[in-house]
């Protein structure tokens, strides 16, 4: 089980929002337009982001209780001057741009021999109260899962065999698994085996094909059978690993809740979300193929 404040981590978390906050700015800086003065903050960018991701990836549930029983007593030396819990929640949009950037350009994984592609709801008003909800007014939609309706968005995701994420977007919940805009744009640097469910079925399978990228699906029964080799069919197998991920996600770095009110601040929840599970020391994993038929062998009488 996870240390839920670790401190180690936390500087961990801060020197890397430090590190990448300083390149970001020295680009901005290099630009040669000039750049307007700006007033000093009481925070830095990379103390606030520092503080949210750490939230996420603490296990807690309430950011307000964190906030003022964590980070103002408990861990009030390691910041010179905080802001009280309503200033600190009223700057939090400033943030979502470094980040969305900070996730993007620092903190995905690379493709293995297998990835994984799927997508997860994230809800962000009950269906009942929906057209009351006026925060999400024009972004979010209504979509469908297996597990039936639901308003909000999608998180599409991309991850390799050993956990840690790939590619990943945020859409209306009205957008297919299947959308070829979308598809291509989540695979547009991806080659190898790509594996998913019965809803990543699409016409792009062929073009992907040509340009290196194979798109491993299970058949649905009008479509006849179609033989995979012993390695396709055992990584097939293993889907269900990029659902362990979403449980992690969900469940302990807190990306999915209702009690949104603003759609800035909804964003921030997902990046913090999806950058605290970066942070993990160990990820959900299967183990390669060559290495499960070596253990398996051992066990074989000739």
């Given at each position: 089980?996870?240390?839920?404040?670790?401190?180690l981590?936390?500087?961990?978390?801060?020197i890397?929002c430090?590190?990448?906050?300083?390149e970001?700015?020295?680009y901005s800086l290099s630009?040669?337009y000039?750049q307007?003065?700006?007033?000093?903050?009481?925070?830095?960018?990379?103390?606030?982001?520092?503080?949210?991701?750490f939230?996420?990836?603490?296990?807690?549930?309430?950011?307000?209780?964190y906030y003022?029983?964590?980070i103002?007593?408990?861990?009030?030396?390691?910041?010179?001057k905080?802001?009280?819990?309503?200033?600190f929640v009223?700057q939090?949009?400033?943030?979502?741009?470094?980040l969305?950037?900070?996730?993007?350009?620092?903190r995905?994984?690379?493709?293995?021999?297998?990835?994984?592609?799927?997508?997860?709801?994230l809800?962000?008003a009950?269906?009942?109260?929906?057209?009351k909800?006026?925060?999400?007014?024009?972004l979010?939609?209504t979509?469908?899962?297996?597990?039936?309706?639901?308003?909000?968005?999608?998180?599409h995701?991309?991850?390799?065999?050993?956990?840690?994420l790939?590619?990943?977007?945020?859409?209306p919940?009205?957008?297919a698994?299947?959308?070829?805009n979308?598809?291509s744009?989540l695979?547009?640097?991806?080659k190898?085996?790509?594996?998913?469910?019965?809803?990543?079925?699409?016409?792009?399978?062929?073009?992907?094909k040509?340009?290196?990228?194979e798109?491993?699906?299970?058949?649905?029964?009008?479509m006849?059978?179609q033989?995979?080799?012993y390695?396709?069919?055992?990584?097939?197998q293993?889907?269900?690993?990029?659902?362990?991920?979403?449980?992690?996600l969900?469940?302990?770095c807190n990306?999915?809740?209702?009690r949104?009110?603003?759609?800035?601040?909804?964003?921030?929840?997902?990046?913090?979300?999806?950058?605290?599970?970066?942070?993990?020391?160990?990820?959900?994993?299967?183990?390669p193929?060559?290495?499960r038929?070596?253990?398996?062998?051992?066990?074989?009488?000739?």
């Open positions: 089980m996870r240390t839920i404040l670790d401190t981590k936390l500087t961990e978390i801060f890397a430090d590190d990448f906050c300083q970001f700015e020295h630009q040669s000039e307007p003065a700006r007033k000093e903050r009481q925070m830095s960018q990379s103390e606030m982001r520092s503080i949210l991701i939230y996420h990836h603490s296990g807690m549930k309430c950011f307000k209780y003022e029983q964590i103002l007593k408990l861990l009030r030396s390691y910041w010179k905080p802001y009280a819990y309503e200033a009223a939090m949009p400033i943030v979502n741009l470094l969305f950037a900070f996730l993007s350009a620092c995905l994984a690379t493709t293995t021999e297998a990835n994984y592609i799927d997508s997860t709801k809800v962000v009950h269906n009942r109260r929906k057209q909800n006026k925060t999400f007014k024009g979010a939609r979509g469908k899962t297996s597990t039936g309706w639901f308003f909000g968005f999608k998180l995701a991309i991850i390799n065999q050993q956990g840690p790939v590619v990943f977007r945020i859409t919940a009205n957008v698994d299947n959308n070829q979308l598809l744009q695979t547009q640097r991806l190898g085996f790509l594996y998913g469910d019965k809803g990543y079925l699409s016409a792009l399978a062929d073009k992907f040509e340009r290196g990228l798109l491993i699906t299970k058949y649905r029964r009008t006849g059978l033989p995979l080799s390695q396709k069919y055992y990584y097939l293993h889907r269900g690993l990029i659902e362990t991920v979403f449980d992690c969900k469940n302990l990306l999915d809740h209702i949104h009110r603003s759609p800035f601040n909804f964003f921030v929840n997902v990046w913090s979300a999806l950058l605290a599970y970066t942070f993990f020391d160990e990820f959900p994993a299967i183990s193929f060559r290495q038929v070596e253990q398996t062998s051992q066990f074989v009488v000739i």
